[in-house]
């Protein structure tokens, strides 16, 4: 079974420092990878997703990269703000399934 | 509406009592998962449906969960005899097209809270 680790559990930093999110995975076999957002009460909403044959991601002051023989993945975030305080879950979809397997999440604080 | 709706947002359900989860996916979207997420945890894997086909319910926890989409939009998750372990997020996803389709984007509704007492 697909087992997902995120590092560190809990992280908290000041506004405008650029930071390291951490994902492991012990599959390498997977069709694609996920990073979500999820604030207190909220669903997921969808930040990157990463194709098993791309290294990374862009969007905005988000990156995501994507080592798939090592079974890592990193979430860069820069200038970091407030409003990024959430829970960032690593997911992936391994090849052949239907359904994503989760990490236990980051739980970002960044102080204003 | 635009996303994925999950209804009631909030139950508080005594133990041994029945309940049902309702689900509005996206309009159009073919697949659908249902989650589950405890405190301080990712999400779970319970079922998956394509349209009203449930081709994998691998994740269930017990045969007291039971999920349906009769006519391939709307789906209920159901648990019967609830006991105090099951009490955590339930969350409803969909997506565009079917599983054979790499990189659609998946939607998560805001999740139903069932609590058991």
């Known amino acids: 079974k697909q087992e997902v680790t995120q590092i560190p559990a809990a992280l908290s930093v000041p506004e405008g420092e650029n930071l390291v999110l951490n994902c492991s995975f012990t599959d390498s076999a997977i069709y694609n990878l996920q990073w979500f957002r999820q604030d207190p009460g909220k669903g997921l909403t969808s930040l990157l997703l990463?194709?098993?044959?791309?290294r990374e991601q862009t969007s905005g002051r988000l990156n995501a990269s994507l080592d798939k023989s090592s079974g890592r993945s990193t979430l860069y975030i820069a200038a970091s703000q407030p409003g990024d305080s959430a829970t960032y879950l690593c997911a992936v979809r391994v090849s052949g399934a239907n359904n994503l397997f989760f990490g236990t999440g980051t739980r970002l604080t960044v102080i204003p | 509406g635009a996303g994925v709706s999950q209804s009631p947002r909030y139950k508080v359900a005594k133990r041994g009592q029945d309940v049902a989860l309702r689900c509005d996916p996206i309009s159009g979207h073919v697949s659908l998962f249902w989650y589950q997420q405890a405190l301080g945890q990712g999400p779970e894997f319970l079922t998956y449906f394509q349209n009203e086909a449930q081709l994998d319910k691998s994740g269930l926890p017990s045969d007291r969960f039971f999920a349906e989409r009769p006519e391939g939009s709307v789906s209920t998750l159901k648990i019967q005899r609830t006991q105090q372990e099951d009490s955590a997020v339930y969350l409803c996803?969909?997506?565009?097209?079917?599983?054979?389709?790499?990189?659609?984007?998946?939607?998560f509704g805001e999740g139903s809270w069932l609590t058991v007492v």
């Open positions: 996803a969909s997506s565009l097209v079917g599983r054979e389709k790499s990189g659609n984007t998946i939607y």
């Open positions: 990463i194709q098993s044959s791309q």
